[in-house]
């Protein structure tokens, strides 16, 4: 039983998987640290607030609504993802363009069948789908 064990943890995927969630963790925490530290005290300064809007808060009929910390849920939430955006997603897709610059697109393998617009193989003749025949290899 702990064989099994020991040749399920020691698999490729698994471990590779375990690295990802150890790194993805410590980059949430530093994506937290400059959002926290840098970027909302930076709103704060434009607002006038000092970047903590919890004390903002209504009443109806006597009921409070305490809607500060909603606010600053979603500045928090809006600040990690435009963070995420433009300093990791737009750099990686500018290098994976840059490393696949050149490289011709493969060539297509299937076509539509012009009667019903299922995926046919490329050489066929005759739709599987349809049996409308199908002429030349664009179609």
Sequence with gaps: MLSG????????????????VVIGAAFGGVVAALTKDLLTPLIGALVGKHGDFSSL???INSVPFPVGEFINACISFFLIAATIYFFVVTPVNALVARMNKGEKPPD?????CPECLSEIP???RRCAHCTQPVLGRAA
């Design 5 to 20: 064990f020991k040749k399920f943890i020691l698999r490729g995927n698994v471990v590779d998987m375990a690295v990802g």
């Design 57 to 59: 808060a209504f009443t």
């Design 108 to 112: 297509p393998t299937t076509k539509k």
């Design 122 to 124: 490329i050489d066929a």
